[in-house]
């Protein structure tokens, strides 16, 4: 049994034994920001939802579905992230195009279910990594609070873009 | 159709020959010098490129993926059409061939829309390994691609012309094993498709493709341009577990690679060892799996009520001993123990005197006569065990008229899984094929269950199935059974051969065989006494 040696070298002098100064010291960084925040107006905190902090380029946020630049899906529900999903949170049905949606599609194969259960998913972004399609992107943006479960599992039409211009579906 | 089996014999057939030595790259091989130059370096783990050559088709060179260089030889030869001779000095991997072949490689990509993706053959495709392995990453094409929209020419088969690299093998495949004349290569160049042109011989020229191998079909195919319909789109192929077991479908117990995905059977596949297994299976058993997870008997019933199995059981026992004349319908589906159970009941149940009549087969169909082949990998038999209960002499009827009247007159009839999908009926699309086969697809169209109706003979019948379904409401007593793909067991297959099953599904708990049945009877042993 070995016993460590610790020499305390700094002893207390008398008046410091009642930390008035090292309290008094804590206390002005308190008021220092408190007046900054309560009169000069710097406040530290944000107003959220109401006010936003730009993200990272990179940020892994809510997931979307891109469309290329007919305007069509990109995804053609090949699987792969929902195979490459460790949190198994994507449920895909693939089904054949029907004549009355080909336009949506550049591909014969489309997926008629496409959800993302945002309670399971762990915002690695392999998804994004595995598409061969370019089709989904974490590029959402912070997930919003729901008030039930249900409301947290992300379907298609709340994940693709909307219709119109050219999306080009890279990362910045 | 003997003549087609004996075609499929002959080619079978293992020629032997000399033994030749050859090097390839330097390293000397000593093969068989009859054999395919393909195959032969296969056996030594020398793997030659390959689409168009298939071991159980005529060879035709189409693909050129299989090119060698052949020292003395001023062309590249194509390894499938090279016979083999002694002292020949072949260069397969050489900088020079491996430049040859990604220019095949390049040609054969140049109207194919690499569409992995979409393509359901992704994952098993070879085209996908060997462009992994031997093409560029880019392409120099930059004219359009052709185009023609995907297709349905078989009732279960589909064409993406765009994905076909023109191999022949499926044309090969019909002429040569299934001997129908029904595929064609039409067009030229640019613009060749294959298409389905009705074979002449046919009388009613059918629209699409109807034979039984379809699925066999969209195997051999080497891309992914034919598909299955039963199966487009409903998965990939990496997400199955792989089982190698037999096929329930009928008594030539094929062996199979079943691949699995949530404890239900997707399909099955040719096995792993095809040279010894053999290469093609057929559709009536491949596409008939889907039954064995649905719609499931697991509790015992009475006149469509639940009891408990004790109860069930001992009213069983009851049942055998105060009837004086039985008939014992089925057994085909059962494995070997099973059987033996059941004929150790029905030895037990004559001991005592009583009349029992015992067959397996249930339809008009399964008294054939003559000819037992539907095909030539189908067996009329379409019972897994159908041989075995032959030798079991399970044949005490002569045809179905026979079998119908002893159900009128028998005071307990036992079925043993013969009302059960997927062996007397399927549910669902069927997708099997086969000239002259009527497969019922719910209980009611079977012959059994309309026998049972007129008779009014289901007040004394004892089901043993595996389906909760009409039958199993109507009869008096409905036993639950494991299925053939729950349990592994010894089945014996139509040349005699024993052949060993894997469990493939997993049975919900407490869910017996029918052997098990049979040995769990509470009071069996005084049936044999009284
Ligand atoms: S980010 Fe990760 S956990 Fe979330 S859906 Fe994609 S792969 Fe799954
Ligand atoms: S989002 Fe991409 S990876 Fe996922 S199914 Fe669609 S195409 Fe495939
Ligand atoms: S459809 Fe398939 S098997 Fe037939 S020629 Fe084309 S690639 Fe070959
Ligand atoms: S021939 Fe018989 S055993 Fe073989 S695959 Fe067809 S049904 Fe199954
Ligand atoms: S395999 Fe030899 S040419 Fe196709």
Redesign the interface.
């Known amino acids: 049994m070995a016993t460590i040696q610790v020499n305390k070298k700094y002893a207390f002098r008398w008046y410091e034994k009642f930390y008035f100064m090292s309290i008094t010291a804590g206390l002005w960084v308190t008021l220092k920001h408190f007046i900054k925040s309560a009169f000069l107006r710097r406040m530290v905190t944000v107003q959220y939802p109401e006010q936003k902090k730009p993200l990272s380029s990179r940020f892994r946020g809510l997931h979307r579905l891109k469309r290329n630049e007919k305007g069509q899906e990109r995804c053609t529900a090949c699987y792969c992230c929902q195979w490459v999903c460790p949190a198994d949170a994507i449920h895909i049905v693939a089904a054949e195009v029907p004549p009355e949606r080909q336009y949506l599609h550049p591909e014969d194969k489309y997926a008629k279910v496409f959800q993302v259960d945002l309670l399971r998913c762990i915002y690695c972004g392999l998804c994004e990594e595995a598409c061969p399609k370019g089709a989904i992107y974490l590029d959402g943006g912070l997930p919003l609070p729901a008030d039930s479960r249900d409301a947290l599992i992300l379907n298609k039409e709340q994940m693709l873009e909307p219709t119109g211009g050219p999306i080009i579906g890279e990362r910045l | 159709m003997d003549s087609l089996d004996k075609q499929l014999s002959n080619r079978i057939a293992v020629k032997i020959g000399a033994m030749a030595k050859i090097w390839v790259d330097g390293v000397e091989y000593e093969v068989d010098e009859k054999k395919n130059l393909i195959d032969a370096l296969k056996e030594k783990g020398v793997e030659i490129p390959h689409f168009c050559y298939h071991p159980k088709l005529s060879v035709v060179g189409m693909c050129r993926i299989c090119l060698i260089e052949i020292e003395g030889v001023p062309k590249f030869q194509a390894a499938c059409n090279t016979p083999i001779k002694d002292g020949m000095k072949i260069n397969a991997f050489g900088e020079k061939i491996v430049k040859a072949r990604e220019g095949v490689m390049e040609f054969l990509l140049i109207n194919h829309p690499l ?4 393509c359901d053959k ?1 994952g098993e495709c070879r085209l996908q390994d060997y462009s992994f392995k031997l093409g560029h990453e880019t392409t120099r094409y930059k004219e359009e691609k052709r185009n023609i929209p ?1 297709e349905k020419i078989g009732t279960n088969l589909y064409i993406n012309h765009n994905r076909c690299i023109l191999c022949y093998r499926c044309v090969r495949f019909d002429r040569e094993i299934v001997g129908v004349n029904d595929l064609e290569m039409l067009s030229r160049g640019n613009d060749t498709i294959i298409a389905y042109v009705p074979p002449e011989t046919e009388k009613e020229k059918s629209p699409y493709l109807n034979h039984n191998y379809q699925g066999a079909l969209a195997d051999i195919c080497p891309v992914g341009a034919l598909l299955n319909e039963s199966t ?5 192929v ?2 199955y577990e792989s089982k190698e077991s037999h096929c329930h479908g009928c008594a030539t117990l094929c062996r199979v690679t079943a691949n699995l995905k949530n404890n239900a059977i997707y399909r099955y596949m040719p096995p792993q060892h095809p040279e010894r297994d053999g290469y093609f299976i057929c559709d009536y058993g491949r596409f008939s799996t889907h039954d064995f997870s649905q719609n499931r008997l697991y509790a015992y019933r009475r006149s469509g009520t639940k009891i408990r199995s004790q109860e069930a059981l001992a009213q069983l026992a009851e049942l055998l001993a105060q009837a004086k004349r039985i008939a014992v319908l089925g057994g085909g589906s059962e494995s070997c123990t099973d059987v033996d159970a059941l004929a150790e009941l029905v030895g037990k149940l004559r001991d005592a005197g009583k009349t029992v009549q015992w067959d397996f087969r249930s339809n008009a169909q399964a008294f054939y006569s003559g000819n037992a082949q539907w095909d030539f990998l189908l067996s009329k038999d379409l019972r897994p065990n159908a041989a075995y209960l032959r030798q079991k002499n399970a044949t005490d009827f002569a045809d179905f008229t026979a079998l119908e009247k002893e159900l009128g007159q028998a005071e307990l009839i036992l079925v043993v899984g013969e009302l059960s999908p997927p062996y007397a009926y399927q549910t669902g699309k069927i997708y099997a094929h086969v000239k002259g086969l009527k497969i019922p697809t719910s209980v009611e169209q079977t012959e059994l269950y309309q026998a049972l109706d007129t008779h009014n003979a289901w007040p004394k019948t004892v089901l043993l199935t595996t389906h909760a379904d009409s039958a199993a409401d109507k009869a008096l007593l409905a036993i639950p059974i494991q299925s053939f793909v729950e349990k592994s067991g010894r089945f014996c297959d139509k040349e005699g051969n024993f052949k060993e099953t894997t469990v493939l599904l997993r049975p919900v708990q407490g869910l017996r065989s029918s052997g098990e049945i049979w040995q769990s009877i509470p009071a069996l042993e005084p049936v044999g006494v009284a």
């Open positions: 569409d992995c993706p979409v992704a995907q487009l789109f409903r998965s990939r990496w997400w």
